[in-house]
Each structure stands twice: as structure tokens, then as C-alpha cells.
């Protein structure tokens, strides 16, 4: 199987502890996108890297997260110091980086609970 | 500011028959591209059709097909002969010309009755 893959798929944890999830996206693509969905909403979009560089963040990435993609291949996710409302469906999509309006591909998704 | 419309919460559909998905969007932009993504409970997004803002024919993707009305400005999603295994989640998204991440819906869920 060649998509996009996350790993965990699932996460259960206590508020206050640290959390980390990772991205494989498509081989040889170079944009990665990481959102948020919480239950009943659409996804939201966190951030997305082009390589290893960070281009773009939004304002729900709060300094409790970090994004990196250090050789832009796989991207890890860290959340520090959770929060029960971080508990949501963190997904995370590729495209081959070769313009705008390309087809995102997401990964399976991985589920936070922050209890 | 973009914004996606999507205004039906949930809806029932009978096997075999069809179904349109509404959504419904606002934008200054002249230039976008209309995405459709089918989320069942396992929580994957799986992509279905594109539609550019540009594109003169309307999109079609095996059952799939998308009812584009630019001036109306949406983007409406038919699913024919529907299938028990089309019971999901489905999401209207877009995105820009300058600017690559997508903006969604907040989704209509579908349930097919045998």
C-alpha cells in the first residue's frame, strides 16, 4: 500500500502529558498537510510543509503544537501539555507539490482522546 | 472571506436510487477548485471529484457526478444508483489560487436503507 499513513491510529491520554503522531505521505510527494476534526465538524486546516520547509500555519496551532518535517519526507505532530479539547481526529494529507488545486490524499487519521 | 456551505445535515436515501448532496460556497476568487470527500466511520477521507472553476463540462467520476452552477455558486453532488456501502459522511471542500490547504463543509451524512 503506497497512501499516505499515520501512525497511531488511535491515542488515549492524560491531560498534561505529551503527545506525538507521524505522517508517511505518498512517496515522492512534496507537500504535507496536517488538520483537525473534532466530532460532527469538518476537518480544519493546522499547517502545511513544502520539503521540510513550514509555509503556512494557522491560528489553532497554538505554541502547545509543533509540526516538523526534518527531510521532508515523514512529519511528526507534538502536542505538548494536552488539553481535554485537544481531543479530535488529527488527519493528515499529501499532494505532489506541483501547483495549487491539486487533490489532497489523507492518511487514515489518529484519534486523540485527552481524558 | 471563503466560505462553504453545506446545508443538509443528514439524509436517507433508498438502495439504488439516487441522491444530490448540496454545497453551497462564497468567494471573491475567481479562479478554484471544488473537491468532494466521502468519510465513512472508519474516519479516512477519501477523495470522489474535482471540479475546476474554469472547467466548462461538469465533473463526472463513475457514479459520481457534480452539478456545478458557477453563477448560483455551488457545487451540488449526485450519487447514482446509491449502494449500502456509500452510507458516510460526505464533505464539500475547496481551495485557491494562492493558496494550497483546503477549506471544508461541515458535512452531510448519508444512510442508504436496503
Known amino acids: 500500500d503506497t497512501g499516505v499513513s499515520q501512525d497511531p491510529r488511535h491515542k488515549i491520554t492524560k491531560r498534561g502529558q505529551n503527545v506525538t503522531f507521524r505522517c508517511d505521505p505518498i512517496?515522492?510527494?512534496?507537500?504535507l498537510y496536517w488538520y483537525r476534526q473534532t466530532l460532527g465538524q469538518g476537518p480544519e486546516f493546522l499547517t502545511y510543509?513544502?520539503?521540510?520547509?513550514?509555509?503556512?500555519k494557522s491560528r489553532l496551532l497554538s505554541d502547545r503544537f509543533s509540526a516538523e518535517r526534518p527531510k521532508g519526507s515523514f512529519s511528526t505532530l507534538e502536542i505538548q501539555r494536552t488539553e481535554q479539547g485537544d481531543s479530535a481526529m488529527y488527519l493528515c494529507?499529501?499532494?505532489?507539490?506541483?501547483?495549487?488545486?491539486?487533490?489532497?490524499?489523507f492518511g487514515p487519521g489518529t484519534r486523540l482522546l485527552v481524558l | 472571506a471563503q466560505k462553504i456551505t453545506q446545508t443538509q445535515p443528514g439524509m436517507f436515501v433508498q438502495e439504488k436510487e439516487a441522491v444530490t448532496l448540496d454545497c453551497t460556497y462564497d468567494?471573491?476568487?475567481?479562479?478554484?477548485?471544488l473537491f468532494w470527500y466521502k468519510q465513512p466511520s472508519s474516519g479516512e477521507m477519501i477523495f470522489l471529484i474535482y471540479?475546476?472553476?474554469?472547467?466548462?463540462q461538469n465533473a463526472t467520476e463513475g457514479r459520481y457526478s457534480l452539478n456545478f452552477q458557477k453563477a448560483r455558486k455551488s457545487a451540488n453532488l449526485v450519487i447514482s444508483a446509491s449502494q449500502l456501502g456509500d452510507s458516510a459522511m460526505y464533505f464539500c471542500?475547496?481551495?485557491?489560487?494562492?493558496?494550497?490547504?483546503?477549506?471544508f463543509g461541515a458535512g452531510t451524512t448519508v444512510t442508504v436503507r436496503a
Open positions: 471540479q475546476g472553476s474554469y472547467d466548462q
Open positions: 468567494t471573491s476568487d475567481p479562479s478554484y477548485g
Open positions: 510543509f513544502q520539503n521540510e520547509a513550514q509555509l503556512e
Open positions: 471542500a475547496m481551495s485557491f489560487s494562492n493558496d494550497y490547504k483546503l477549506s
Open positions: 494529507a499529501s499532494t505532489p507539490g506541483q501547483g495549487p488545486r491539486e487533490t489532497q490524499y
Open positions: 512517496s515522492e510527494h512534496n507537500r
